[in-house]
């Protein structure tokens, strides 16, 4: 069963897609954005279908912004979208869902574990799980402009401009076909996982797309508690970046496997 919700959020309505039927505990799905997004969206689909067939349902939302939520992705910053999620837990609440699993994918991950004391004293999460979480925003806007400059490039153009700082200097630049702001720019790269961070509800971590966890990762993970912690590596194409990746099977067991394991489910 996958069903719409439109409901009122930060910037309009925004869309919950809901797999599965709601019961006492259920899983709301932040994604990534931009491109990130909709080449994850086969995949993550596929995760959620999985997670129903085993009596858990999922709710994955879209952003302000973004998909086929309201509002305009050059009107929102990332506030909007902390107040998305807690709006899309709030409508889960109102449904009868007493635990909630937070599942990020790549920035969804960033909003939900920068935000996570905001979250968790408005929502009552029991439990995270998360595919190759970014943790620091401005290494992730980094990344993206990257892809203005090759744009630039190909085009033949010889001037190298500084995109970042044309941003913030107050020029709305399309980035792959996403205008970006200089207040969502500035909102992305505030985001940041410290590195004294700590969960406060138990964490499955799959490091996507790799064969051995990267010393950025382990610096992490040796910080946390090996009872509140898992860390699964599984060397699966990275298919946030590449299209036409629309299923992976071995995948979804594993992801369900951290979370029995956690003992939440």
């Not at 997004?37 to 939302?61: C, D, P």
């Amino acid at each position: 069963m996958v069903t719409g919700h439109f409901i009122p959020a930060s910037k309009g309505n925004i869309l919950l897609t809901q797999y599965g039927q709601l019961t006492d505990t259920a899983i709301l799905c932040l994604p990534s954005i931009t491109e990130e997004m909709n080449l994850a969206r086969a995949v993550v689909a596929k995760q959620a279908h999985y997670f129903a067939a085993q009596g858990i349902a999922t709710v994955s939302s879209d952003y302000a912004g973004t998909g086929d939520s309201e509002a305009e992705f050059d009107q929102v910053t990332c506030d909007d979208w902390l107040q998305d999620i807690v709006c899309a837990g709030q409508w889960m609440m109102a449904q009868g869902v007493k635990q909630i699993i937070v599942w990020g994918i790549r920035f969804g991950s960033l909003l939900a574990l920068t935000h996570q004391q905001t979250l968790a004293a408005q929502l009552p999460i029991v439990a995270q799980l998360h595919w190759k979480p970014v943790m620091n925003g401005k290494q992730f806007a980094s990344q993206f402009l990257r892809i203005k400059q090759a744009s630039n490039m190909m085009t033949n153009s010889a001037e190298k401009t500084n995109w970042r700082e044309h941003i913030l200097a107050g020029n709305t630049v399309e980035v792959a076909g996403y205008p970006l702001t200089a207040k969502l720019l500035e909102s992305i790269e505030a985001l940041k996982v410290t590195a004294d961070f700590q969960p406060i509800t138990p964490l499955v971590w799959i490091e996507l797309a790799a064969k051995s966890a990267t010393p950025a990762v382990a610096r992490y993970i040796d910080n946390w508690s090996s009872e509140s912690c898992q860390l699964q590596c599984i060397n699966t194409p990275a298919f946030w970046q590449i299209p036409e990746v629309f299923d992976l099977p071995e995948l979804y067991p594993l992801s369900l496997a951290g979370l029995k394991q956690l003992e939440i489910i």
